[in-house]
């Protein structure tokens, strides 16, 4: 199948006509609206800094359901010792770009470019991005952010500064997330660690039909410390 070109027009094509590996098209721009339209369909851009924009769509997909969200014992203890506090989007700008500044295994560079990090900003202020940040005596040492519409969140990065502060971030996002009723988190790619965490590989259009569902419902916009 060809890769689809985007022009000025906020629109994607299906889903179903994406390449194998999940590439749909290439081009168009980091705009809010882009985003979230993206977002909405399951769609996400993901590429490395000096290339075209490529959207992505994978199959299949992992979902990480709330409600079954593995804590494991010593998750749990952690959480119970109130070593490390737990924040919503106080500092997201900081949080993204920890998630940037991180090497990961098998990349040679970051995917989160200046550009990726100008446009979350931008949903952030817009009231789509959210972070979660975990704090040790008043410093930033771990978090992640993500997207929200509707009943779905799109987890994007973390990091981790100490032993487990992402997963501290995660454990307080679910927990959230489940009070709020949301029906899913994307989490896109299958690995190891998210499996031993409760998420599972499902087929793109049980997934699509699921976020159809998920993002009709209202969304939860603007920054989430306020609804504490």
């Keep these: ?9 906020l629109e994607f094509p299906d889903p179903s006509y994406a390449e194998e590996e999940g590439i749909l098209a290439y081009g168009g721009d980091l705009s809010v609206d882009r985003l979230v339209l993206a977002y909405a369909n399951g769609i996400f851009p993901w590429y490395k800094e000096g290339s075209p924009i490529l ?39 900081k949080v993204i770009r920890k998630c940037a500044e991180i090497p990961r295994k098998g990349q040679e560079s970051t995917w989160i470019t200046r550009k990726m990090l100008k446009a979350y900003s931008s949903l952030h202020q817009a009231g789509f991005a959210h972070s979660v940040e975990t704090w040790f ?3 930033l040492v771990g978090g992640l952010y993500g997207v ?26 679910v927990d959230l997330l489940k009070k709020w009723n949301f029906e899913l988190i994307d989490v896109q790619q299958d690995t190891e660690h998210l499996r031993s965490l409760g998420a599972i590989s499902i ?21 989430w410390n306020n609804y504490f």
């Design 1 to 9: 199948m060809a890769i689809f070109r985007l022009n000025k027009e």
């Design 55 to 93: 959207w992505w769509t994978p199959d299949p997909r992992m979902v990480l359901f709330p409600d079954r969200f593995i804590v494991s014992k010593s998750l749990k203890q952690l959480v119970r010792s109130s070593k490390y506090s737990c924040t919503f989007d106080k500092e997201f700008d």
């Design 137 to 139: 005596e008043n410093k």
């Design 148 to 173: 929200s519409i509707g009943k779905a969140f799109y987890g994007e990065s973390m990091f981790h500064d100490m032993r487990d502060t992402s997963k501290f971030a995660l454990y307080h996002l």
């Design 203 to 223: 087929p793109r259009n049980e997934f699509l039909d699921k976020l159809e569902a998920a993002v009709s419902k209202p969304t939860r916009k603007g920054n």
